[in-house]
Structures are given as C-alpha cells and as structure tokens.
Nanobody, 122 residues
Framework: QVQLVESGGGLVQAGGSLRLSCAAS????????MGWFRQAPGKEREFVAH????????YYADSVKGRFTISRDNAKNTVYLQMDSLKPEDTAVYYC???????????????WGQGTQVTVSS
C-alpha cells in the first residue's frame, strides 16, 4: 500500500487553471499506475485520467480530454493533474489513486488519498 496526499485545490473562475499534486509515500511509487477521480455532491465517483507506471501512456475521460493533463515525476513520488479551461461542471472533490494496473474504474485502484476540493465559479 502507498499513502497519498493531494493538494492544490481551490476556488477558480470559469476558464481558469489549477494544478493538483498528489504526493506518495514509500519507495515503490514508480511501480504503480496512478489515477485521478472526482466526485461531485450527490454523484458517483468518476474517472478523470490515469497514467502508467513510467508515464508512457495516459488516458482521459471524454469530459476532460484536451483540457486536463496528467503527468508524474517518479523521482519526487508525485503525480500531477494540470486543469485548464475549467468549467463549473468540473466542481468536485478530486482524489488521486494508486493501483497495479491503469484502469478507468474505481475498482482498479487500491490506495486513495483524502481528496482536495475544486470549485469553479461561473
């Protein structure tokens, strides 16, 4: 298991940008695929993006494709989510997750952070 701590959330106007970070503890971070999910009030947790262990492959939900970019720095045990052209519908708690294999469903990931709130005002 790896421990994850997200940061970088906040309040931003529509059209603005935020960069989320997720710091992982442990020496095995580079073995994990990493994902970002989000959960809005009253809704299910949904997939946002994932990245393979070496950063070679990324995959995005259609709703964020072209606006969000996932990346990782294995030397810093950190995964990032750059969010541009934000929309009010992006408002949610954002979670990072670690798993053995990159997937687009919650069950693909076994370790989760506590989440960071992103609020986009119109």
């Amino acid at each position: 298991q790896v421990q994850l701590v997200e940061s970088g959330g906040g309040l931003v106007q529509a059209g603005g940008s935020l960069r989320l970070s997720c710091a992982a503890s442990g020496r095995t971070f580079s073995r994990y695929a990493m994902g970002w999910f989000r959960q809005a009030p009253g809704k299910e947790r949904e997939f946002v993006a994932h990245i393979t262990w070496n950063g070679g492959t990324t995959y995005y939900a259609d709703s964020v494709k072209g606006r969000f970019t996932i990346s990782r720095d294995n030397a810093k045990n950190t995964v990032y989510l750059q969010m541009d052209s934000l929309k009010p519908e992006d408002t949610a708690v954002y979670y990072c997750a670690a798993g053995r294999y990159a997937g687009s469903d919650v069950s693909s990931f076994g370790s989760w952070g506590q989440g960071t709130q992103v609020t986009v005002s119109s």
